[in-house]
């Protein structure tokens, strides 16, 4: 009989979570996020714990009419870490025109559950992943 792993498959788990954030279904988002990760994103304040984190992505929410995101990369680096290349496009509230951004993001996990997800420019996120996988290593 062959021997399962009990490590989770963290790409699908980076893989789902950006599909529930295309639904804007919170829930689905929030169900890997541990109850004391931190979330640390690029151009928002850093939020700790699920019900900050919670308010934080509704308020990223409430902020676009149009948000859609397309994961480019998703790579698990070991030890917990898993880059991913995310880009976000989408129109803003009372906006006439569409943004688009491209990042990194660096996740730590502890088995299912995501202890920390930090943003970053895409580069500065490859090279902060490596590193962690390697300290954790």
């Known amino acids: 009989m062959p021997v399962e792993s009990a490590t989770p498959d963290r790409v699908e788990l980076v893989r789902e979570q950006i599909e529930a954030l295309n639904r804007r279904d919170l829930d689905a988002v929030m169900t890997g996020v541990a109850e004391g990760t931190i979330f640390d994103g690029r151009f928002r304040d850093v939020s700790e714990g699920r019900a900050a984190i919670r308010v934080s992505v509704e308020d990223w929410f409430r ?11 998703v790579s698990d680096l070991g030890h917990g870490v898993v880059f991913a290349v995310v880009t976000q496009d989408g129109r803003p ?14 996740y730590l996990w502890v088995g299912s559950s995501i202890a920390r997800l930090t943003i970053f420019e895409v580069d500065e996120a490859r090279a902060a992943a490596e590193q962690l996988a390697e300290q954790r290593g």
């Not at 902020?63 to 990369?73: G, I, K, P, Q």
């Not at 906006?95 to 688009?100: A, C, E, H, I, V």
């Open 63 to 73: 902020a676009w009419e149009e948000l859609d995101f397309e994961l480019e990369e």
């Open 93 to 106: 509230v009372r906006g006439d025109g569409r943004l688009r951004q491209r990042e990194g993001w660096v």
